[in-house]
């Protein structure tokens, strides 16, 4: 058993496909450990990405990230790391197979639908950043 971090960021929020980015998670036998609808300070943001805080898309990555609510959820299953990779496809959606979260629901690389740990050490950094271990089930 892995767990693994998703963010449903703001604009999957805005466009109401909350739920079916949830389903997809729970069809493809992920379970949700946790979740919450929050609003990200900028402060917040500027601190969850801050391994990108040199790259040139940082400024817009935080704007964006505080520009609305977003949904974060603890996902739990075997290789849940690797299997909600699979089901967001490509960081660049243009990229994304199709059938992909990112393919089906997302606009551009910044506003690219869904955000997932890209591994089970960094899951376990950015599951503590929003979850106390009481609140996961
Ligand atoms: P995410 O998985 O949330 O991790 C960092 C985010 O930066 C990424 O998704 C993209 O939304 C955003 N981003 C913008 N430009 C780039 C880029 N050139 N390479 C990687 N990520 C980028």
């Known amino acids: 058993m892995e767990r693994t971090l998703s963010i449903i960021k703001p604009d999957a929020v805005a466009k ?13 036998g992920l379970t949700i450990a946790a979740t919450k609808k929050l609003r990200l300070s900028k402060l917040d943001a ?22 609305g609510p977003v949904v974060v959820s603890v996902l739990e ?5 690797a299997l909600n990779r699979e089901l967001m ?8 197979k199709p059938g992909t979260i990112r393919a089906d629901f997302a606009e551009s690389i910044d ?20 979850f106390a271990s009481k609140d996961i089930f």
């Open 111 to 130: 506003a690219n639908a869904v955000h997932g740990s890209d591994s089970a050490d960094n899951a376990k950094v950015e599951i503590a950043f929003f």
């Open 46 to 67: 500027k601190k969850f990405y801050e391994v990108h805080e040199e790259r040139p898309f940082f400024k817009d990555l935080v704007d964006f990230m505080v520009s």
């Open 16 to 28: 109401n496909v909350v739920g079916q980015i949830l389903g997809r998670f729970e069809k493809a």
């Open 77 to 81: 299953g075997e290789n849940a790391v």
């Open 89 to 96: 496809g490509e960081t660049n959606p243009k990229e994304a």
